[in-house]
């Protein structure tokens, strides 16, 4: 069946503009994570969604990430005013439920000129 | 709060010889361990996970690893090592306890297989 899937998979910015990066999770997976991955490090925890709610917001690094899962699918990466130090790999992770195995997706690489 | 130390950032293997990857946390709460592999250009997949019960645990590909709660650790080992093992492999917790189950990861252990 059809996995985690993120687009774009590469984002290319300049300092300063705003991007949406996009997560479609596993069909029926009500929690949906996002991670961020810097270069040459572990993924760091950013905002996990049971449903359309936000249950836990606590990695979001500032005001300028924001994140929405509007009908409990899809869920949208938002981060306005971008800065070079955003540059990173973004991993959103869905599982059945909060207890359940985490499947990643691929990734998008973000590139903050 | 937790956080994940893996001792090791590349171990370089020979093919059929065994390797063992270390993974130490620290943690006030009791927690769940996982072991993540991440294929060049590919997503984290879940190799192993220990929720509780038998501290030893078999994964996919033939790897392994043991809870050792008295030392923090959760080491993976694996007995003979294929060229296709090349890979990053990534060792996360999270609280039992916590609705949510946001995992924390450790920094990541670059294994590099040799023929």
């Known amino acids: 069946g059809a996995g985690v899937s993120q687009t774009p998979s590469n984002k290319v910015t300049e300092k300063g503009k705003y991007v949406e990066l996009r997560c479609d999770p596993i069909?029926?997976?009500?929690?949906l994570y996002w991670y961020r991955q810097s270069l040459g490090q572990g993924p760091e925890f950013l905002i996990y969604?049971?449903?359309?709610?936000?249950?836990?917001d606590s990695g979001l690094p500032n005001d300028r990430f924001f994140a929405v899962r509007p009908e409990g699918s899809v869920s949208t990466l938002k981060i306005q005013r971008t800065e070079r130090g955003d540059s990173a790999v973004y991993l959103c992770?869905?599982?059945?439920?909060?207890?359940?195995?985490?499947?990643f997706g691929p990734g998008t690489r973000l590139l903050v000129l | 709060a937790q956080s994940v130390t893996q001792l090791d950032s590349q171990v370089p293997v020979f093919e059929e010889a065994p390797v063992e990857l270390r993974c130490n946390y620290s943690?006030?709460?009791?927690?769940?361990l996982f072991w993540y592999v991440q294929y060049p250009n590919q997503g984290l997949q879940l190799l192993l996970k220990y929720l509780s019960g038998s501290t030893l645990v078999k994964g996919i590909n033939g790897f392994e690893a043991e809870f050792n709660k008295s030392q923090t650790s959760f080491h993976l080992r694996k007995p003979s090592v294929h060229i296709s093992d090349t890979a990053e492999y990534f060792c996360a917790v999270s609280d039992a306890k916590a609705a949510g189950n946001k995992l924390t990861f450790g920094g990541g252990t670059r294994v590099l297989v040799k023929p």
């Open positions: 969604f049971q449903g359309t709610g936000a249950a836990d």
């Open positions: 943690s006030s709460v009791s927690v769940y």
């Open positions: 069909s029926g997976h009500t929690a």
């Open positions: 992770a869905s599982s059945l439920n909060h207890e359940e195995t985490q499947y």
